[in-house]
């Protein structure tokens, strides 16, 4: 374990070895993660949490031999305490509740990119950093600490920099769009810059009031496309 120096230590597990590299790319662009291994089997990932003794796992629950979470009470008996983030296709509410049921710290729906991943990592890192840290000395201590940085704003505000007015521009953009919109799109649509209009849009997204489906072309990154969830 890296506590001392700081790093968190990841193991990635996925059975595309493709799949696998893109993330191991993705995770080790946050600071202070580090990618320790990959994995493509269940049993690959059990063995490789025994070698490495990783904090977080990425763990894709459609493996060749397991089903992903098969994997997380394997590692409690083995006596591993390494956390683990999903990472999968997998939309059905029984592999959903069965992940809350195993105590993972996050849930990610294939597909994604790097901005989908990024702000995730970085809540667990806050989240863990007050876990090793806090000193409990009552019971608003115990609630600091397991609302950590997944605690919606109180009120409803919106973050810093996001104005009510703009964010309203930005819904009507969402709710009158034909299908999905693009950052691009609704920045033309209302007159503001492309990325004035994409931390909107992640915004609602984060916050469950957008979908987000990516569009391949022929050539460089897929394009996040935005929908109003109904």
Known sequence: MTESAGTIDVLVVDDDFMVARVHRTFVERVAPFRVVGTAHTGEQAIEAVDALRPDLVLLDLYLPDLFGLDVIPRLRTAGHDCDVMVITAAREADAVRGAVRQGVVDYLLKPFDYEDLQP???????????L???????????????AGAFAPPAGGALPKGLSVETAQLVERALREADGTVSAAEAATAIGISRVSARRYLEYFHATGHADVSLRYGTAGRPERRYSRRA
Do not use: N
């Open 132 to 146: 090793l840290t806090t000193v409990v000395r009552g019971q608003a201590d115990v609630d600091r600490v397991l």
């Open 120 to 130: 995730r990592l970085e809540r667990y890192a806050t989240q863990r950093g007050r």
